[in-house]
């Protein structure tokens, strides 16, 4: 079972940026795809950006051409670098897998997430 944690949140000012960093205790390699969730109070967890083995993103239309994701499978880190930030991108954000087959035999459990909060 590999644990995940977040980090890199903050608060930032309208127009900023930051690097989000999801560090996994084990190999993602094997993992078929890595995703940025992002969740606000009263709402549903939403996808924000979504990285296969093969490196290839897609992404929600709110942060397409703001945010970037990726992988680093010798580091076993998924990053988001969030850039123009807006109010309405302050969540906690979360990363986990998206891989059924690799979570049914081994588990993939949810982090705790990192704040993000952007002032206007």
């Known amino acids: 079972q590999v644990q995940l944690v977040e980090s890199g949140g903050g608060l930032v000012q309208a127009g900023g940026s ?11 390699f094997r993992i078929n795809a ?4 992002r969740q606000t109070p009263g709402n549903q967890r939403e996808l924000v950006a979504r990285v296969t ?3 290839e993103t897609n992404y929600a239309d709110s942060v397409k051409g703001r945010f970037t994701i990726s992988r680093d499978n010798d580091e076993n880190t998924v990053y988001l670098q969030m850039t123009r930030l807006k109010p309405e991108d302050t969540a906690v954000y979360l990363c986990n897998a998206d891989d059924p087959y690799y979570c049914g035999l081994f ?3 949810w982090g705790q997430g990192t704040q993000v909060l952007v002032s206007s």
Not at 34 to 37: D, G, I, L, N, R
């Open 18 to 28: 930051l690097r989000l960093s999801c560090a996994a205790s084990g190999s993602i």
């Open 34 to 37: 890595m995703v940025w969730y």
């Open 53 to 55: 083995r093969k490196n």
């Open 107 to 109: 588990g993939c459990p």
